[in-house]
């Protein structure tokens, strides 16, 4: 069984202000995972990134997606129409 250097390894939670929810996630001793999950009610769509926090530096985002609803073929093939 693997030993475990700190306790708190694993440990996540979570705040919402406003359109964002964040989850911070701790892995080793100076090691974090922040999330930001960001509702868009313009485009009706998420956006969603990820950074690694490494010694207090936070790095590039992984993954930096753009979610965004399907509109199903029957409403598509209207609008193509007008």
Do not use: H
Request: charge should be positive.
């Amino acid at each position: 069984m693997p030993t475990i250097k700190d306790p708190s390894e694993g440990f996540c939670y979570g705040y919402r202000t406003g359109n964002e929810f964040k989850t911070v996630a701790k892995f080793g001793t100076c090691s974090l995972i922040v999330q930001r999950l960001t509702w868009e009610p313009a485009s009706d769509s998420w956006t969603i990134k990820s950074r690694w926090v490494i010694g207090g530096k936070e790095g590039e985002a992984f993954p930096d997606m753009k979610l965004a609803a399907v509109k199903p073929i029957s409403n598509r093939k209207k609008s193509l129409n007008k």
